[in-house]
Protein backbone atom coordinates (compact mmCIF):
# COMPACT_ATOMS: atom_id res chain seq x y z
CA UNK A 1 0.00 0.00 0.00
CA UNK A 2 1.81 3.27 -1.21
CA UNK A 3 1.27 6.16 1.92
CA UNK A 4 1.43 8.79 -0.64
CA UNK A 5 -1.74 7.86 -2.08
CA UNK A 6 -4.91 9.72 -1.12
CA UNK A 7 -7.20 8.44 0.69
CA UNK A 8 -11.02 7.59 -0.25
CA UNK A 9 -13.33 10.75 1.26
CA UNK A 10 -14.92 10.17 4.16
CA UNK A 11 -18.81 9.58 4.41
CA UNK A 12 -18.98 12.95 6.74
CA UNK A 13 -18.67 15.97 3.82
CA UNK A 14 -21.85 14.21 2.21
CA UNK A 15 -23.69 14.53 5.44
CA UNK A 16 -22.65 18.18 6.27
CA UNK A 17 -23.58 18.85 2.19
CA UNK A 18 -26.84 17.39 2.95
CA UNK A 19 -27.41 19.01 6.53
CA UNK A 20 -26.10 22.18 5.01
CA UNK A 21 -29.27 21.82 1.92
CA UNK A 22 -31.46 20.59 4.41
CA UNK A 23 -31.07 24.27 6.27
CA UNK A 24 -30.75 26.18 2.91
CA UNK A 25 -33.69 25.14 0.97
CA UNK A 26 -36.10 26.30 3.06
CA UNK A 27 -34.65 29.51 3.69
CA UNK A 28 -34.47 30.07 0.23
CA UNK A 29 -37.92 29.43 -0.52
CA UNK A 30 -38.57 31.57 2.27
CA UNK A 31 -37.17 34.48 0.61
CA UNK A 32 -38.53 33.90 -2.48
CA UNK A 33 -42.17 33.94 -1.09
CA UNK A 34 -41.46 36.90 1.06
CA UNK A 35 -40.22 38.51 -2.03
CA UNK A 36 -43.18 37.64 -4.12
CA UNK A 37 -45.33 38.52 -1.30
CA UNK A 38 -44.01 42.29 -1.08
CA UNK A 39 -43.65 43.09 -4.43
CA UNK A 40 -47.52 42.58 -5.28
CA UNK A 41 -48.57 44.05 -1.84
CA UNK A 42 -46.08 46.65 -1.38
CA UNK A 43 -46.29 50.16 -3.95
CA UNK A 44 -42.86 50.76 -5.87
CA UNK A 45 -42.87 54.41 -5.81
CA UNK A 46 -40.61 56.98 -3.60
CA UNK A 47 -39.19 55.29 -0.64
CA UNK A 48 -40.81 52.35 -0.14
CA UNK A 49 -39.89 51.26 -3.72
CA UNK A 50 -35.65 52.25 -2.34
CA UNK A 51 -36.76 50.07 0.63
CA UNK A 52 -38.06 47.44 -1.32
CA UNK A 53 -34.88 47.26 -3.88
CA UNK A 54 -32.64 47.18 -0.86
CA UNK A 55 -34.60 44.40 0.36
CA UNK A 56 -34.33 42.50 -3.01
CA UNK A 57 -30.48 43.31 -2.80
CA UNK A 58 -30.13 41.74 0.44
CA UNK A 59 -32.09 38.85 0.31
CA UNK A 60 -30.09 37.81 -2.66
CA UNK A 61 -27.27 38.10 -0.89
CA UNK A 62 -28.42 36.39 1.78
CA UNK A 63 -29.82 33.15 -0.75
CA UNK A 64 -26.29 33.22 -2.63
CA UNK A 65 -23.63 33.75 0.70
CA UNK A 66 -26.03 30.29 2.04
CA UNK A 67 -25.77 28.53 -0.89
CA UNK A 68 -21.98 29.18 -1.15
CA UNK A 69 -21.76 27.82 2.25
CA UNK A 70 -23.66 25.07 1.03
CA UNK A 71 -21.17 24.13 -1.52
CA UNK A 72 -18.35 24.99 0.27
CA UNK A 73 -19.30 22.16 2.72
CA UNK A 74 -20.09 19.56 0.84
CA UNK A 75 -16.37 19.95 -0.86
CA UNK A 76 -13.63 18.00 -0.56
CA UNK A 77 -11.32 19.51 2.29
CA UNK A 78 -11.15 16.07 3.84
CA UNK A 79 -8.39 14.77 1.94
CA UNK A 80 -5.31 15.65 3.23
CA UNK A 81 -2.01 16.34 0.30
CA UNK A 82 0.63 13.94 0.17
CA UNK A 83 3.29 14.60 2.87
CA UNK A 84 6.54 15.68 1.47
CA UNK A 85 9.25 13.37 1.28
CA UNK A 86 12.19 14.53 3.49
CA UNK A 87 15.41 14.28 2.34
CA UNK A 88 17.83 11.30 4.51
CA UNK A 89 20.65 13.40 5.85
Given at each position: M??N???????SR??????????V?????S??????????????????????????????A?V?????????????K????????????
Amino acid sequence: MDPNTTAAPRGSRWRRGVYAAGLVIPFTASQLWALLVLLRLAPLDGLVGQAVVLVLVGSVAAVWAGWRWTWRLGKDKDLQPAPKTRIPT
